[in-house]
């Protein structure tokens, strides 16, 4: 596979375990939610590299005059969960982005055609183009998805370059097609899973992610 977007798999200890919990069959809907939960969290402290904006100052410790660097609160960041499963990995995001606005979009694709249906959309009319946005979604399987979610984006003035996704398990449609567009974006996810079945769902994968969380 050959993609020109930058796609991160952090090799971390915590990122793997939660992300071996949530493959497992066995784990409950209570515990699914909780290994979502962390992976948001994870996941959003390494895509938050080089994407807060920040502002070099000074402050005053009690011993000296120093060097001091803030999240520059002047820049607006969104958050942009895709319901339902994305609203798992929102608690742990929202933590570590406690300022960030949420807007909800509401997806769901057809189970004959794949086609992701938009059931809600509380996208603002018009972004700021400085906005960093953070979509989450933890299946990204054929893409129908992801792509409806960027064109939304994007034709509401989000840039790409500004944007970053993050998910738990990518499979490689969905990363050509969003490459294919946004050679810009760049992912942050637990793991790439190489195969989508005939029926959309991503092999090995985690199963239905939203009916997990949810227990539905
Ligand atoms: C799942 C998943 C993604 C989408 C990925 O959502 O959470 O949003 O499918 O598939 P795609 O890349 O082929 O579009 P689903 O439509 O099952 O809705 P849900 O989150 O409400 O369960």
Redesign the pocket.
């Known amino acids: 596979m050959t993609v020109q977007l930058r796609v991160y798999v952090p090799p971390h200890p915590l990122i793997k375990h939660w992300l071996a919990v949530a493959r497992d069959a066995a784990t409950p809907s209570v515990l699914f939610r909780s290994a979502i939960t962390e992976l948001g969290r994870w996941l959003t402290y390494e895509a938050a590299r080089e994407w807060l904006p920040t502002i070099e100052t000074t402050v005053q410790s009690p011993l000296d005059a120093c060097p001091a660097t803030f999240i520059n609160p002047e820049v607006p960041v969104a958050v942009v969960p895709?319901?339902?499963?994305?609203l798992g990995l929102l608690e742990g995001a929202q933590t570590l982005l406690p300022l960030a606005s949420i807007y909800h979009l509401?997806?769901?694709?057809d189970e004959e055609t794949?086609e992701?249906q938009c059931y809600l959309n509380k996208l603002p009319e018009k972004f700021d183009p400085q906005t960093r946005v953070l979509i989450t979604?933890?299946?990204?399987?054929?893409?129908?998805?992801?792509m409806?979610a960027m064109a939304e984006l994007t034709q509401r003035g989000v840039n790409p370059a500004l944007t970053r996704i993050v998910s738990v398990v990518a499979?490689p449609?969905?990363l050509q097609k969003l490459s294919a567009v946004y050679p810009e974006l760049i992912i942050y996810t637990a793991t790439i899973d190489e195969t989508?079945n005939d029926r959309?769902f991503i092999v090995p994968g985690l199963g239905?992610?939203?009916?997990r969380i949810f227990g539905t």
């Open positions: 895709i319901l339902r499963a994305g509401g997806l769901v694709r794949l992701a979604d933890p299946m990204l399987a054929t893409g129908g998805s992801i409806r499979a449609p969905a989508v959309g239905d992610a939203g009916d």
